[in-house]
């Protein structure tokens, strides 16, 4: 069974930044696109960035050049830098394969890691 653990969170005030990571143990990792997701407080999941096994990206527009998405194949982990944090980026993050490269998870979710901004 897939396993997606997802570490780097914290509490961070407003405007700091943090770095997520997501180790994966798909056996072709590198040929998937992957995503990150979020999941705020009495909210739905939804997908905000992306990255194809070719390394192209894509972000929701809330999050659009502040957060910056990678992968390393090699050691199957999947980075989300994100800079200049704001109060409304507090949320559970997960991992995953997107369905279509932009739609829901295909895997199990994982138990996501907590991401709190705060002054």
């Known amino acids: 069974q897939v396993q997606l653990v997802e570490s780097g969170g914290g509490l961070v005030q407003p405007g700091e930044s943090l770095r997520l990571s997501c180790a994966a143990s798909?056996?072709?990792?590198?040929?998937?696109?992957m995503g990150w997701y979020r999941q705020g407080p009495g909210n739905q999941r939804v997908l905000v960035a992306t990255i194809t096994r070719s390394h192209n990206t894509n972000y929701v527009d809330a999050v659009k050049g502040r957060f910056t998405i990678s992968r390393d194949n090699a050691k199957k982990t999947v980075y989300l830098q994100m800079d200049n944090l704001k109060p409304e980026d507090t949320a559970v993050y997960y991992c995953?394969?997107?369905?279509?490269?932009w739609g829901p998870g295909l895997r199990s979710w994982g138990q996501g890691t907590q991401v709190t901004v705060s002054s």
């Open positions: 995953n394969i997107p369905s279509g490269g």
């Open positions: 798909e056996v072709r990792f590198g040929a998937f696109t």
